[in-house]
């Protein structure tokens, strides 16, 4: 007898569903072969850091941090009482029964088909399993019952999962040592809730600090030189490469007046019939970017959108990284592609390297539909946005006819001087367009010739410089799916050369993962830190004092952090390296924040006492934004600043000012011009602060 322990009870049912004649128990399905339960998505948790030592006071104290415990253990799910969910313990026991009856020789993961679902099951049988039975794996990329029965047919050994396994350990212990660790640490210094994890703060970093430089940016402009005249009825645009400053404007007007004494003839006209890829087939990522854009759809809905119609067996596994299929997926694309052809869509296979490419995939193939078509009419507006989204990709793909389109070239020289080109695409066969967009805007250009006298005027013509655009759905995706990568401006997705996106992908860089990204990003957004408007994304008076505290407490979460770790977790899940040394990395990272209390720049704990008030005597504490006095409530409003000119000041400098009324010699403060500058701070007696200069 085969127990078969599925990740939620949705899978649980398609499972059912596809072996077929089996009785429904309580908490579980049985024919001959096989017994079918489920876990509701995680059952266990880890300890908090009270577990460990069955303390019955559970608030934040300083006095256990930091912690790092010999052996991570697991609790089952607690509620906000902290007793476990009445639900979770009766299918515990469900599963605790099944798994050790003697009928039962084999035990079968079906967790969903990544690290998160592996160690999910792999914790139900460690918590339950009190004899050594064979433990088997079902990976299934789709939940069809064509697929399903296949896959049960070619189940591995648990074992060759267990790398998969590991990385799903560490990461979730990384998260756990700092989530738990510097999410009290923060909180204990700054008196505020602040959730710091190893990617909710890069990401909200990332809004910040594109937020900053927009809210900085000081509008300047400069000056083009332009020309805008009719020739042959038609008008030709013709734009110099030079640029002037704003203060050149003599000079851009002398060129003008050089370029206009001269001939403006066209020296070249080269026309080319060339054919036009489609865009490749949609990772999770790229399906949200598109959604994101088109629809202004949010990523946590679009990721439930795609999760349902997965489970519902209409499209492929879901949180994949990767816009590539898997060569031995041949024959199946084949199946798929005889339905899509009876749906109306005019598509043929094709065996190519831009479609199939084992070295662009690391756990799942992109997204693509199933065997399995849904019903528009049982399906919501949002649902049929998303499903079509990926079969009109999957049939441009896959399109029988290539689109056509005449690469138009016209080079045009002014005098001696400078050369002009002017580019354009048309269209001439619509080939897999009839499917997908076509996103590019060419421009259509004028009908000219070689030897045509073109009329020219340049004139100068102010420009204004852009300041940074806030992050959109799109571009903070692409960031953390490569956060090292330059800003490119990509004329159109079929250009882009992704082989450095994989790279970082499969070397940890990315920040977050297709299965977690969303959520995290969706965890900003209820913690009040960054804000949503359409598709784009702002940060809020939460967001700020996060990134601004944790810097005043020298906790950097950066990109570059992160990412190392990433990579840690991606050499554990390739077998390179142990558990344990992700961890103990992680653990040396933490201790170097606990470091650096007591240091220069280290402020003190929430309503720490720091001195006493110049002005009134009563007691000065360290506050949320400064070092202020108890006597606000009585009109006293002194007050010191924990961060002036861009300089922190630690309680040590301010217990200092308030003993001697003047600071040593401080070094590193931030001009409004931005230079770098050293001074005292000197408390004047009307309670006020000064810079004294040596």
């Not at 009290?184 to 990401?203: D, E, F, N, Q, S």
């Not at 401080?666 to 500058?677: A, H, L, P, Q, R």
Request: with cysteine; proline share 3%; charged share 35%.
């Amino acid at each position: 007898m085969k127990l078969i322990i599925a990740e939620k009870p949705s899978l649980a049912r398609n499972i059912v569903s596809a072996i077929g004649n089996m009785k429904k128990n309580d908490g579980y399905f049985e024919n001959e072969n096989y017994l079918v339960t489920w876990a509701f998505g995680h059952l266990f948790t880890l300890y908090d850091i009270e577990d460990y030592d069955n303390t019955e006071d559970k608030r934040w104290k300083i006095d256990n941090l930091p912690f790092f415990p010999k052996e991570f253990k697991f609790n089952l799910k607690k509620e906000k009482n902290k007793k476990v969910d009445d639900g979770v313990l009766k299918q515990f026991n469900i599963i605790k029964t099944l798994i050790n009856r003697e009928d039962v020789d084999t035990v079968v993961n079906a967790g969903d088909s990544d690290r998160e679902g592996e160690i999910i099951v792999r914790l139900c049988m460690d918590n339950t399993l009190n004899t050594q039975k064979r433990k088997v794996r079902l990976w299934l990329p789709d939940q069809t019952t064509k697929t399903v029965n296949e896959a049960l047919n070619n189940m591995k050994d648990e074992k060759e999962y267990d790398n998969l396994a590991n990385e799903g350990f560490a990461r979730t212990y990384v998260d756990w040592l700092y989530g738990v660790n510097l999410t009290r640490y923060a909180t204990l210094k700054t008196g505020t809730l602040l959730r710091v994890g190893r990617v909710i703060v890069p990401i909200v970093k990332a809004i910040y600090d594109r937020d900053k430089q927009i809210e900085e940016f000081v509008p300047d402009i400069y000056y083009g030189i332009v020309s805008n005249e009719i020739t042959n009825g038609e008008e030709v645009e013709l734009t110099s490469k030079e640029k002037f400053a704003k203060e050149k404007l003599n000079n851009a007007k002398k060129l003008c007046e050089k370029y206009n004494k001269e001939k403006a003839i066209v020296i070249s006209k080269n026309v080319k019939k060339d054919t036009l890829s489609p865009g490749k087939l949609y990772s999770l990522t790229k399906l949200q970017n598109y959604l994101g854009k088109k629809y202004k759809m949010p990523m946590d809905k679009s990721l439930s959108i795609v999760q349902k119609l997965y489970e519902e067996g209409y499209l492929t596994y879901p949180r994949t990284n990767s816009e590539y299929l898997a060569t031995n997926e041949k024959s199946k694309i084949k199946e798929i592609l005889e339905i899509v052809s009876k749906l109306g869509y005019d598509v043929k296979f094709k065996d190519k390297k831009t479609i199939f490419d084992d070295s662009k995939i690391e756990s799942h193939s992109a997204l693509t539909p199933t065997y399995k078509i849904p019903k528009k009419e049982n399906m919501t507006d949002d649902e049929i946005k998303v499903y079509t989204a990926v079969m009109r990709r999957f049939a441009a793909v896959f399109a029988t006819e290539e689109c056509k389109i005449e690469k138009t070239e016209i080079k045009i020289k002014v005098g001696d001087n400078e050369e002009f080109t002017l580019k354009g695409n048309v269209i001439i066969e619509k080939g897999w367009t009839k499917y997908d967009e076509y996103s590019k805007n060419d421009k259509i250009l004028p009908n000219l010739n070689v030897g045509d006298i073109i009329n020219i005027n340049f004139s100068p013509k102010e420009k204004k410089k852009s300041a940074p655009k806030h992050y959109t759905i799109e571009t903070l995706n692409n960031y953390l799916k490569n956060p090292f990568k330059e800003d490119k401006a990509k004329l159109n997705e079929e250009e882009d050369d992704d082989t450095e996106d994989y790279k970082a992908i499969f070397e940890g860089l990315e920040l977050g993962t297709e299965a977690t990204r969303t959520g995290i990003i969706n965890n900003a957004i209820n913690s009040k830190y960054i804000e949503l408007k359409k598709d784009v994304y702002y940060i809020l008076p939460g967001g700020k004092y996060l990134i601004e505290s944790l810097s005043n407490m020298n906790i950097s979460m950066d990109k570059y952090k992160t990412s190392e770790l990433g990579k840690g977790l991606k050499q554990v899940y390739k077998g390179n390296i142990k558990v344990s040394d992700v961890v103990k990395l992680t653990e040396d990272e933490i201790k170097e924040v606990f470091n650096s209390v007591n240091s220069p720049s280290d402020t003190g704990f929430y309503k720490e006492k720091i001195g006493t008030c110049p002005l009134c005597g009563k007691d000065v504490i360290k506050g949320k934004y400064n070092y202020g006095c108890t006597g606000y409530k009585e009109g006293c409003k002194f007050k010191i600043s924990m961060n002036i000119c861009k300089r922190v000041i630690g309680k040590n400098i301010a217990k200092e000012i308030l003993q001697n009324k003047i600071s040593q010699k401080i070094d590193g403060f931030i001009s409004k011009n931005n230079k770098e500058f050293s001074a005292k701070l000197k408390l004047e007696d009307d309670g006020k602060l000064s810079f004294v200069f040596e």
